[in-house]
């Protein structure tokens, strides 16, 4: 915004320019008035605005954090996962852009409707593959030579990694990711009509010394019904609503208020000789270095917290608090 408004030396220019011919007023609003016509492509119709794409950016960068920790315990290797771009296309766009013949694992999302597609680029699936079955965790693409045991080992990988994809979602609602289908060719996929919009959340891939994409493919019909829920004011509502909720402030209370701590009066302390110690009978006098006139201090935990003067309330021993020790003069004790 601040380039557009010119600055009073260059407006005077500007009218000094059309008062002596050198520009003419009538061009610049012809000039204005063509700059207001863009082309609109209907076929790339942008369902979602900014604000809700940055929220499902927010969303995917924990899932990428979340599925980096996965990937790297199951495969025992260096993994690393960052969001590279969240776009808007036509569905058939998206299936152009991916290879013809890939790993496609597709899963519903209750309760949301319509289905959402994982894609793994062949160089990825087949280093993860590689690492499960005790390899280096290199990549040889064969993805149509599939065999039934890769197959079931590279379908449960990722079907253990949707819980990862459920805690990512769980601060705008509570999905359950299910694995419905695995699938390697592209032509028997069709989850919506080719120009139904959808949104396609590419994460850059590194296993080892391979990279690839994972590319998450989801149809507008999934998100329509939460649509409210990617703008920035729900995110601070929500955040609003945790900070001031009565009843968990209360239910912490009363865990706080039943806690038990360990409080013990200390009477005193003195030092004495390994020698003397051994020596020790009964009836030896210790003299302590507490003077009878001065308060005890009373420990909470191994902190000092209240002076406190010893007594008897019905013939058992106790401790009255005098008052609180705050934290400036337990530091200057120190």
């Known amino acids: 915004m601040a380039e557009d408004i010119l600055s009073q030396s260059e407006i005077d220019s500007l009218l000094s320019a059309i008062s002596t011919g ?16 863009r082309v609109y492509d209907f076929k790339r119709a942008l369902r979602f605005s900014k604000d809700q794409i940055r929220s499902l950016a927010r969303i995917h960068e ?9 990937f790297s315990a199951q495969l025992r290797a260096y993994v690393n996962i960052s969001v590279a771009s969240v776009d808007q296309l036509p569905y058939e766009e998206f299936i152009r852009s991916i290879p013809s013949m890939t ?26 593959l590689d690492r499960v079955l005790g390899g280096r965790g290199e990549s040889v693409n064969k993805v149509e030579n599939l065999t039934e045991i890769e197959t079931t080992l590279m379908s449960k990988l990722f079907e253990r990694a949707l819980g990862n994809y459920q805690e990512a979602w769980g601060s705008i609602m509570e999905i ?24 396609v959340v590419s994460l ?13 493919c989801i149809p507008q019909v999934v998100l329509e019904p939460i649509v409210p829920n990617l703008s920035v004011h729900y995110w601070m509502q929500q955040k609003q609503l945790k900070e001031r909720d009565p009843k968990e402030y209360q239910a ?28 020790l009978k009964k009836g030896d ?6 003077p009878v006139d001065k308060p005890l201090q009373l420990k909470v935990g191994r902190e000092d917290k ?13 401790v009255q608090v005098l008052e609180t020790l705050e934290r400036e003069e337990k530091d200057d004790e120190g």
């Open 22 to 37: 050198e520009m003419d007023a009538e061009e610049l609003r012809n000039d204005k008035e063509k700059k207001r016509v």
């Open 62 to 70: 924990n899932f990428a954090r979340l599925l980096t920790t996965y």
């Open 103 to 128: 790993i496609l694992n597709i899963f519903s999302v209750q309760p949301l409707e319509s289905r959402i597609l994982l894609e793994a680029n062949p160089n990825i699936a087949y280093a993860m």
């Open 176 to 199: 359950e990711p299910v694995l419905e289908e695995f699938e390697v060719n592209t032509q028997f996929l069709q989850m919506v009509s080719p120009n139904e919009t959808v949104v």
């Open 204 to 216: 850059n891939t590194t296993i080892g010394e391979t990279s690839g994409m994972l590319n998450i």
């Open 252 to 279: 912490l209370t009363k865990t706080v208020e039943k806690t038990k701590v360990d409080v013990s009066a200390e009477l005193g302390n003195t030092d004495i000789s390994i020698d003397e110690f051994l020596h």
């Open 285 to 290: 006098t210790i003299q302590l270095n507490q």
């Open 306 to 318: 209240f002076l406190v003067q010893p007594g008897k309330v019905k013939n058992k021993i106790a």
